[in-house]
C-alpha cells in the first residue's frame, strides 16, 4: 500500500480540503532567472552536516536568511531600525524549495539572492546555493516575504524608499 503523500498538490488538495494557495509554489526555472541582486559566500563547517558529511536540508534555510539580511544591509535596511523607525517586522509568507544535490563538509558556497518582484506590502525572491566556481545550484528557493505591523501582526507595507531599492535591485 502507497503512503499519501503529506502534502498533496492539484486535485488532491482540493479534496483533501487545502485552500488553493497552500498548494505547491512554482519554482523559477535558473536559467531564467535575473542576476543576483547579492552574493554570501558561506564555508560548510562540521556543525552543518549530518551524520555523513552533507549539510543538512535545514541549513540552507539559514544560509538563504543571512543572505537576505546581509543584502537588506547594502540596501541600508537593518532589521533592528526598520523595526524602531516605522514597527516593521519581515516574515516569510511562503517558501518552496528543491534540494538538488548535496554540498558537503569544507565545501566553499555562494548563496545568492534575486529580486523576482518587489511591491509595496511583499516581496518574491529567488534563492540558490551553489559551490563557489560552479555554475550549476545545489539548492533552489522561492520565497515570499511580507512586512507586518509589529504591534497588530497585520500585513503592512515596507517603507517607500525601501520598495524603490527592492525594484532597482531587480
Known amino acids: 500500500m502507497t503512503a499519501a503523500h503529506p502534502f498533496p498538490t492539484g486535485e488532491a488538495a482540493s479534496r483533501a480540503g487545502r485552500p488553493a494557495s497552500a498548494r505547491a509554489i512554482a519554482l523559477p526555472e535558473p536559467a531564467a532567472?535575473?542576476?543576483?541582486?547579492?552574493?554570501?559566500?558561506?564555508?560548510?563547517?562540521?556543525?552543518?552536516?549530518?551524520?555523513?558529511?552533507?549539510?543538512?536540508?535545514?541549513?540552507?534555510?539559514?544560509?538563504?536568511?543571512?543572505?537576505r539580511t546581509d543584502w537588506l544591509r547594502t540596501l541600508g535596511a537593518l532589521h533592528t531600525e526598520i523595526d524602531a523607525a516605522h514597527g516593521?517586522?519581515?516574515v516569510v509568507k511562503d517558501?518552496?524549495?528543491?534540494?538538488?544535490?548535496?554540498?558537503r563538509l569544507d565545501d566553499a558556497l555562494v548563496v545568492d539572492v534575486r529580486v523576482l518582484e518587489a511591491r509595496r506590502a511583499s516581496m518574491r525572491l529567488a534563492q540558490l546555493a551553489r559551490r563557489e566556481g560552479a555554475a550549476a545550484p545545489l539548492v533552489v528557493s522561492?520565497?515570499?516575504?511580507?512586512?507586518?505591523?509589529?504591534g497588530t501582526g497585520r500585513p503592512a507595507g515596507f517603507p517607500r524608499w525601501l520598495v524603490e531599492r527592492f525594484q532597482t535591485s531587480a
Open 142 to 150: 522561492s520565497v515570499r516575504i511580507a512586512a507586518i505591523d509589529r
Open 95 to 103: 517558501l518552496a524549495i528543491e534540494y538538488v544535490a548535496p554540498a
Open 33 to 67: 532567472l535575473p542576476p543576483p541582486a547579492f552574493e554570501l559566500r558561506v564555508r560548510v563547517y562540521y556543525e552543518d552536516t549530518d551524520a555523513g558529511g552533507i549539510v543538512y536540508y535545514a541549513n540552507y534555510l539559514r544560509y538563504f536568511e543571512r543572505a
Open 88 to 90: 516593521l517586522v519581515f
